[in-house]
T-cell receptor, first 114, second 113 residues
Framework: SAVISQKPSRDICQRGTSLTIQCQVDSQVTMMFWYRQQPGQSLTLIATANQGSEATYESGFVIDKFPISRPNLTFSTLTVSNMSPEDSSIYLC???????????FGDGTRLSIL | AQSVTQLGSHVSVSEGALVLLRCNYSSSVPPYLFWYVQYPNQGLQLLLKYTSAATLVKGINGFEAEFKKSETSFHLTKPSAHMSDAAEYFCAVTTNTGNQFYFGTGTSLTVIP
């Protein structure tokens, strides 16, 4: 199974700034996903990132707020832009999920906005 | 569209007792079902998966789950709870017609010594 490395593991940021989260996979994967997990809640899909195409965003998430890059088959970044306290959350990267295969997750980025 | 419902957001069991975490799914096509565990300050770790082979699926750490089409269920069980099982558990569904996973709201398992 794929091993996902995500960084930073946590950060405390000032209101109005932006943070880029990196996700590295130890093997080539077609699909990568970015989720948000509010404390004590389930996962909400932000977007699906396929290499060579624009990310597909879910309802309620827009590219200007959460720009995503997918430069190759092993790497992706998610930027949280112009942060506000409402963006305080855990952001999770995953990879895989083709057909009957599971998604594999990184350890997440715990983000707090002051 | 697919969805999963996890009954019981919090479950407490005594150490050594049976663990039963419930998951019911909704899918218009044959589903693929997964259970994940999340320990504090970690991501999600795959426990087991059902992908249309055997209906009784064995996973890591002594967990197993049974796919019951007639009941649209995929409940997670473990015969004897261990303190290290305390965590958040998520059920998820997808299908071969799409790649998106749909996660349940999670069940927090507490193990009482």
């Amino acid at each position: 199974s794929a091993v996902i490395s995500q960084k930073p593991s946590r950060d405390i940021c000032q209101r109005g700034t932006s943070l880029t989260i990196q996700c590295q996979v130890d093997s080539q994967v077609t699909m990568m996903f970015w989720y948000r997990q509010q404390p004590g809640q389930s996962l909400t899909l932000i977007a699906t990132a396929n290499q060579g195409s624009e990310a597909t965003y879910e309802s309620g998430f827009v590219i200007d707020k959460f720009p995503i890059s997918r430069p190759n088959l092993t790497f992706s970044t998610l930027t949280v832009s112009n942060m506000s306290p409402e963006d305080s959350s855990i952001y999770l990267c995953s990879a895989g999920g083709n057909s009957n295969q599971p998604q594999h997750f990184g350890d997440g980025t715990r983000l707090s906005i002051l | 569209a697919q969805s999963v419902t996890q009954l019981g957001s919090h479950v407490s069991v005594s150490e050594g007792a049976l663990v039963l975490l419930r998951c019911n799914y909704s899918s218009s096509v044959p589903p693929y079902l997964f259970w994940y565990v999340q320990y504090p300050n970690q991501g999600l770790q795959l426990l087991l998966k059902y992908t249309s082979a055997a209906t009784l699926v064995k996973g890591i750490n002594g967990f197993e789950a049974e796919f019951k089409k007639s009941e649209t269920s995929f409940h997670l069980t473990k015969p004897s709870a261990h303190m290290s099982d305390a965590a958040e558990y998520f059920c998820a569904v997808t299908t071969n017609t799409g790649n998106q996973f749909y996660f349940g709201t999670g069940t927090s398992l507490t193990v009482i010594p």
